[in-house]
């Protein structure tokens, strides 16, 4: 089992401009649509209740990419995963937790003896233990 290494990926300025226009596009849209539908006098009328609609749902939406533009520019990276070895003694039932190395599986014959009765020692266990701080999004 190896550690893989996070890789970080960067978006290019040119999507950002495009991503910006689209959400900008889309908000003055949606305004320009509530209006229409607001200024007309019967609110009842299915067209105008159809554009307020159609602008509040546009609105959301900008709001949903708003959210995955600043979610881009923090660094599209997943959770930082700590990869755990889990040694346990034959003899006493000792354990001890400590961090994976390379070249490591279960089973494996530990070096050191037990450290509480000097019997032999084995890889019981590889895990990973998720991240203790969670980012927020904003």
């Known amino acids: 089992m190896q550690a893989k290494k996070e890789e970080e990926v960067k978006i290019s300025i040119g999507w950002y401009f495009i991503w910006f226009s689209m959400i900008g596009f889309l908000v003055i ?38 959210l995955d533009v600043i979610k881009a520019i923090r660094g599209i990276k997943g959770p930082k995963w700590r990869y755990r070895t889990l040694v346990r003694c034959l003899n006493c039932k000792f354990q001890s937790e400590r961090e994976f190395k390379e070249g490591e599986y279960v089973g494996k014959k530990w070096d050191d003896p037990c450290p509480a009765c000097g019997g032999p020692m084995v890889i019981e266990l590889i895990y990973a233990k998720p991240p203790e701080e969670r980012r927020s999004l904003l």
């Open 29 to 66: 849209f949606s305004v320009w649509m509530i209006w229409q539908g607001a200024k007309n006098e019967d609110v009842s009328n299915v067209d105008s209740l159809f554009k307020i609609v159609a602008g509040i749902t546009g609105l959301g939406i900008a709001v949903k990419m708003s």
